[in-house]
């Protein structure tokens, strides 16, 4: 099995919110309650679910753009919880990130050539020269023309744009890549260029995703291993063959027959829908945080929160009664 | 032309142009189609294709003076709103044609209790009271499934949840018991959860009520799921437009085909990594291509979709497609729909 890349032990994230030194303590958010979890080299982790779940922050705090209320990150064994941030800066060259939204994530002043280089000279990749020949050189890697690199943002297409991103992404030759919804804002056409462009990346050059997505027909093509996240935490954990052809979690099984299938004579009327709201992170329900929602909810769930346990062949599931077995 | 019965809206060579400074941009050319009664249909394509835009054709909501909208026939259900007055469109939109949005945060009023919103067209249209705005409120809250709805009569919008604000917007949408609902993209700012409860909510009260709906969606899934005929829009024009089933099992338009292909298929797992996709991009609508507007793109492009734009061709009944593969002389569409 592959070396692991990013391992994250028990990490949480709390946010304070309301309060203020008159109303004395406010409530706390827990937007990521708990995850551990393990990323092997060169594998495609997809990480579902849906808004408010946690999966973006759960993703920033992996690459310590935001810092974790508690846990423990290691990147190849080294724990990088603690690293001061000159430690943490030499590192950022490996871990980088591609964001949702290409229209906010490049900054509409700037060339396509200063955008790229931007990390290169911040982490002294070379001479100007050298540097120039470089940004060239990404460009060709994500298909686009190095004539653009005079170019600025506005002048692209959305697909075009994001392609820049993976580019400014890949600049300091990472090994590690968080992609937060990075083709979400995409057109499907463009979407399953991107992804191919994504790929053929994953190939050329070591890479490892972490895949943050909504989309699970996105999830089913593209990625190796999946982790469904609910309320802050990893409910379900396995191979994404595994998981769509038998869901352990209740919440995997709603969420995989909530998506319409392309097909008009597998249409689903019957197929079961998740009832009422999700509850809020700020005042979660005791016991297991989806039996307000779950179909199959019994006594033990109100009471006692399940813990995630490991099934065998690569999966775990957080579920008192899980399905299929 | 007159209106087929069976049909609540007839749209006859509608065209939408706006002007610019380096002249005219057409952003919807000869869009012909129709709506059955107490039929779902779908109008889908990617970004820019025109869907939208013809939306707001028809409800009269094109700004002006920059955007024209012209039209053979824009035949809602016996009234003729192709040449109808501003005045006489005020007193059909909301009442007989009603139009959900994408975002119900930016189209609901932030400032305002939701019933006296979702109620507004009774008091233009029907000019009821208080009282009675707010009792029909109920009853449509209760319709659409909103929980504790006399509880949510007093909410203002940042107090309900993404799917509990559409839910809202599609009660106000038929109040008024619309003939036609336009819904555009109702569910792409939503949850899939939450997504399939709201397209779950438009099936029932398309058969309970019977109101007919113009779906628009970039979601295939959804066109699947929901709709009875689909027209596919590619670069302001309808390329293909047909009965869900053939539609999917048999397209016939090469952009259709991309389409489907680049769709994540539920039966491939990942070791069928390389998803086909469709090369290049959507052309700029004041810059579109000789011939063909998807000639650049196709796989299947041959000398005359370089010279000519393709003429619409029967397939077979109510499917057709804009595209020279199909073309045989006696087919050639004698300007009926599409």
């Not at chain 1, 399940?306 to 690569?314: A, K, N, R, S, W």
């Amino acid at each position: 099995m592959n070396e692991i890349v990013i391992s994250a032990r028990n990490l949480t994230k709390h946010y304070r919110v309301g309060g203020g030194t008159l109303a004395g303590q406010g409530k706390v958010v827990r937007a990521v309650d708990g995850v551990t979890l393990d990323i092997r080299e060169r594998e495609t982790f997809a990480l579902v679910g849906e808004s408010g779940c946690g999966k973006t922050t759960l993703g920033r705090i992996m690459l310590r753009l935001q810092e974790p209320s508690g846990g423990q990150i290691s990147y190849r064994g080294q724990d990088i919880t603690a690293l001061d941030d000159a430690g943490m800066r030499a590192l950022r060259k490996k871990l980088q990130i591609v964001f949702q939204d290409p229209y906010a994530s490049l900054n509409p002043r700037m060339r396509i050539e200063d955008i790229l280089a931007e990390p290169l000279r911040t982490h002294g990749y070379g001479s100007a020269e050298v540097i120039r020949d470089r940004c060239a050189e990404l460009l060709d890697m994500v298909g686009l023309r190095h004539t653009y690199l005079r170019n600025y943002p506005h002048q692209f297409s959305g697909g075009q744009r994001q392609r820049i991103g993976i580019a400014r992404a890949l600049a300091n030759k990472p090994d590690f890549v968080v992609c937060d919804e990075s083709v979400s804002a995409l057109d499907v056409s463009i979407q399953a260029q991107v992804l191919n462009l994504l790929s053929d990346l994953q190939d050329e050059l070591k890479l490892t995703y972490f895949f943050i997505t909504h989309d699970l027909s996105v999830v089913r093509q593209f990625a190796d291993r999946v982790g469904v996240m609910f309320l802050g935490r990893l409910v379900e954990v396995g191979r994404t063959e595994d998981i769509f052809a038998g869901p352990l979690h209740p919440y995997t099984m709603l969420l995989i027959s909530a998506v319409p299938r392309a097909d008009p004579r597998q249409r689903t009327r019957e197929r079961p829908l998740m009832t009422g709201e999700i509850p809020s992170p700020m005042n979660l329900p005791p016991g297991c945080r989806f039996h307000t929602r779950c179909p199959f909810a019994k006594d033990i769930c109100r009471t006692h929160d399940p813990d995630l346990q490991d099934m065998g062949q690569g999966r775990a599931v957080a579920c008192h009664f899980p399905l299929n077995s | 032309m007159a209106n087929p019965s069976g049909n609540v809206l007839s749209v006859r060579e509608l065209r939408t142009e706006f002007r610019g400074g380096r002249g005219n941009v057409r952003v919807l050319d000869d869009i012909s189609f129709d709506v059955g009664r107490g039929r779902i249909v779908g109008l889908v394509g990617e970004s820019g294709s025109g869907k939208s835009m013809t939306a707001l054709s028809l409800m009269g909501l094109v700004p002006k003076p920059q955007g024209q909208v012209s039209a053979k026939s824009i035949n809602l259900d016996g009234i003729e709103l192709a040449s109808i007055s501003p005045d006489g469109l005020r007193q059909i939109r909301g009442r007989d044609m009603a139009m959900v949005f994408q975002e119900p945060m930016t189209s609901l009023n932030p400032v305002r209790k939701v019933w006296e919103q979702v109620g507004e067209p009774l008091r233009i249209h029907q000019g009821l009271g208080r009282r009675a705005i707010r009792d029909r409120v109920l009853e449509m809250f209760e319709l659409v499934g909103i929980p504790e709805p006399k509880a949510r009569l007093d909410a203002y919008p940042h107090q309900l949840s993404g799917g509990l604000r559409q839910r809202a917007m599609i009660a106000m949408g038929l109040i008024c018991e619309p003939k036609l609902l336009i819904a555009d993209e109702p569910t792409t700012a939503l949850d899939v959860t939450t997504q399939a409860q709201i397209l779950r909510l438009m099936q029932e009260l398309r058969d309970r009520v019977g109101t007919s709906i113009i779906m628009i969606t970039h979601d295939l899934g959804i066109i699947a799921e929901m709709c009875d005929e689909v027209n596919v829009m590619y670069a302001g024009q309808i390329v293909e437009q047909a009965n869900v089933f053939d539609l999917f099992e048999n397209p016939s338009h090469p952009y259709t085909r991309g389409l489907l292909a680049s769709i994540p298929k539920s039966t491939e797992s990942r070791i069928a990594r390389r998803m086909p996709s469709i090369p290049g991009m959507v052309p700029n609508l004041a810059r579109l291509p000789s011939g063909c507007r998807f000639r650049p793109r196709c796989t299947d492009a041959m000398a005359i979709c370089q010279t000519r734009e393709p003429a619409v061709t029967d397939l077979e009944k109510d499917h057709r497609a804009r595209c020279w593969l199909h073309a045989r002389q006696d087919a050639i569409s004698q300007g009926e729909p599409l």
